[in-house]
């Protein structure tokens, strides 16, 4: 990876190109050294954000084209906000850059000639999108010179965590609220992470691991590392742009828990366009949350600026945060670009995931089965003409959840004989030819 050197004298640093300045509040626009240690905004407790120097960021990009950049989480190093080349070198060599892939058989159900896939529950290490925010969280702590780190999880936020943390050679520990996907949490062990089940949801054992960040000193991937864990984010949407060959899509459908994903999202689509790579203003953002847990898309459709918070009961773990910290953040976007936000029950989100798996032959999780009933929903509605450029985001995997999807028939065991097979392939081949005149009936 081709980095620049620090002009400072010594002990310098390999510098990477970010053209990162700083942090700023979202709201009151104070700003901070990008080197402290704030993380939410004293005067009004917002997030902060992290700005660049887009001028400068602008020359690196003609100095060093698309061929020249690593395909990984780095590709956009100008726009993300790790300055420490040692301690991005050692993270997410081989996250990010997730296939976009044109989605036709599923598009040609939903009357969709240009539908695509943005598949991060490909994304490695961990195969879930939060393997792109999380590599930012352990390059910054890198930076800070620790060797701990902190998380608390729906689940896929653990499981990132353990794995680059491992790689990186960090120590992790994953709080786990209640209800937690039993999948994610074993695979956190197995990768070699301390975890801890906390009674409470989500949103309250949030609030409890900040107290724990404050007292103990150790930081949080998604709490105390947030403004840079949120940078993280934003190379979703700069990926699907340059896989599109720098044509910006009409439409977005992206799942929305905290909000990062599509917040940041906006923000990198704008980006582009400050850079004049791309022309993304027109692009669309549709948030799509479970009806179980729907605080932002509620919000979208009542066209009110904040969010109300709700208490979870969902099957899609992964999308259960009630008090959305970046909620105000994607109400925004979604004002500023136009969009709508829709969600979807629990059955309709099962139906999703199978829909996906028998169009397109990927097994997702609920969070991306909530992704696909909206955009059948959507679809349906007449939101998107045929023709336009709708990408959907498929954000986790499902093999992590499977435990947690509805238990199909289990076939009965047969004699290892050839007639008895005969007799059981004609049983299976009238079973779907029964479900498939049911599915017809079910759209007629
Ligand atoms: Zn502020």
């Given at each position: 990876?081709?980095?620049?050197?620090?002009?400072?004298?010594?002990?310098?640093?390999?510098?990477t190109?970010s053209?990162a300045?700083?942090l700023?509040?979202?709201?009151?626009?104070?700003?901070?050294?990008l080197a402290d240690t704030?993380f939410?905004?004293?005067?009004?407790?917002?997030?902060l954000?992290v700005?660049?120097?887009?001028?400068?960021?602008?020359?690196?990009?003609?100095?060093?084209?698309?061929?020249?950049?690593?395909?990984?989480?780095?590709?956009?190093?100008?726009?993300l906000p790790i300055v420490d080349?040692?301690a991005q070198?050692r993270v997410g060599?081989?996250?990010?850059?997730?296939?976009?892939?044109?989605?036709?058989?599923?598009?040609?159900?939903?009357?969709?000639?240009?539908?695509?896939?943005?598949?991060?529950?490909?994304?490695?290490?961990?195969?879930?999108?939060?393997?792109?925010v999380v590599s930012m969280s352990v390059a910054r702590l890198l930076e800070r010179g620790k060797?701990?780190i902190?998380?608390?999880?729906?689940?896929?936020?653990?499981?990132?965590v353990?794995?680059l943390a491992?790689?990186a050679?960090v120590?992790?520990?994953?709080?786990?609220?209640?209800?937690?996907?039993?999948?994610?949490?074993?695979?956190?062990?197995?990768?070699?992470?301390?975890?801890?089940?906390?009674?409470?949801?989500?949103?309250?054992?949030?609030?409890?691991?900040?107290?724990?960040?404050?007292?103990?000193?150790?930081d949080f991937a998604n709490i105390t590392l947030r403004p840079f864990y949120a940078e993280g984010?934003?190379?979703?949407?700069?990926?699907?742009?340059?896989?599109?060959?720098?044509?910006?899509?009409?439409?977005?459908?992206?799942?929305?828990?905290?909000?990062?994903?599509?917040?940041?999202?906006?923000?990198?689509?704008?980006?582009?366009?400050?850079?004049?790579?791309?022309?993304?203003?027109?692009?669309?953002?549709?948030?799509?949350?479970?009806?179980?847990?729907?605080?932002?898309?509620?919000?979208?459709?009542?066209?009110?600026?904040?969010?109300?918070?709700?208490?979870?009961?969902?099957?899609?773990?992964?999308?259960?945060?009630?008090?959305?910290?970046?909620?105000?953040?994607?109400?925004?976007?979604?004002?500023?670009?136009?969009?709508?936000?829709?969600?979807?029950?629990?059955?309709?989100?099962?139906?999703?995931?199978?829909?996906?798996?028998?169009?397109?032959?990927?097994?997702?999780?609920?969070?991306?089965?909530?992704?696909?009933?909206?955009?059948?929903?959507?679809?349906?509605?007449?939101?998107?003409?045929?023709?336009?450029?709708?990408?959907?985001?498929?954000?986790?995997?499902?093999?992590?959840?499977?435990?947690?999807?509805?238990?199909?028939?289990?076939?009965?065991?047969?004699?290892?004989?050839?007639?008895?097979?005969?007799?059981?392939?004609?049983?299976?081949?009238?079973?779907?030819?029964?479900?498939?005149?049911?599915?017809?009936?079910?759209?007629?």
């Amino acid at each position: 990876m081709s980095t620049l050197t620090a002009q400072s004298p010594a002990g310098s640093i390999q510098r990477t190109r970010s053209c990162a300045t700083g942090l700023a509040c979202h709201r009151c626009d104070k700003h901070y050294e990008l080197a402290d240690t704030v993380f939410s905004c004293p005067d009004c407790g917002k997030g902060l954000d992290v700005v660049y120097d887009y001028e400068l960021a602008a020359r690196h990009f003609k100095d060093f084209p698309s061929s020249e950049r690593p395909h990984n989480i780095w590709h956009f190093e100008e726009l993300l906000p790790i300055v420490d080349a040692a301690a991005q070198a050692r993270v997410g060599q081989f996250s990010g850059y997730t296939p976009l892939i044109r989605a036709d058989r599923l598009g040609a159900e939903l009357g969709l000639s240009n539908l695509y896939l943005k598949d991060d529950s490909s994304n490695r290490p961990s195969l879930s999108y939060k393997d792109r925010v999380v590599s930012m969280s352990v390059a910054r702590l890198l930076e800070r010179g620790k060797g701990e780190i902190g998380c608390v999880s729906t689940g896929n936020v653990g499981t990132a965590v353990a794995s680059l943390a491992a790689k990186a050679g960090v120590d992790a520990y994953v709080f786990y609220p209640n209800a937690l996907e039993d999948m994610k949490a074993r695979a956190c062990m197995a990768l070699g992470a301390k975890v801890c089940q906390v009674e409470g949801n989500y949103d309250e054992a949030n609030r409890r691991c900040r107290e724990v960040a404050e007292s103990t000193g150790m930081d949080f991937a998604n709490i105390t590392l947030r403004p840079f864990y949120a940078e993280g984010a934003k190379t979703a949407a700069f990926e699907i742009v340059e896989q599109l060959d720098w044509r910006t899509p009409d439409h977005i459908v992206c799942p929305a828990a905290g909000g990062t994903l599509s917040s940041r999202m906006h923000k990198g689509l704008g980006e582009l366009q400050l850079l004049g790579l791309a022309e993304t203003d027109g692009t669309r953002f549709h948030i799509a949350q479970p009806s179980g847990c729907n605080p932002i898309a509620s919000a979208i459709i009542a066209e009110e600026a904040e969010v109300h918070p709700v208490t979870p009961e969902t099957a899609a773990h992964s999308l259960a945060i009630g008090a959305p910290g970046d909620g105000y953040l994607v109400i925004d976007a979604v004002l500023k670009r136009g969009g709508t936000g829709a969600f979807a029950s629990d059955p309709e989100i099962f139906a999703g995931i199978d829909l996906l798996a028998a169009t397109e032959g990927l097994l997702t999780e609920p969070a991306g089965g909530t992704t696909i009933a909206v955009l059948e929903k959507l679809a349906a509605a007449g939101t998107f003409a045929p023709d336009d450029t709708v990408v959907a985001l498929i954000t986790g995997n499902g093999l992590k959840t499977l435990y947690d999807h509805p238990q199909k028939p289990w076939p009965a065991k047969i004699d290892c004989e050839l007639d008895a097979m005969l007799e059981a392939l004609t049983e299976l081949k009238r079973g779907d030819s029964l479900m498939d005149s049911a599915r017809a009936q079910l759209r007629a």
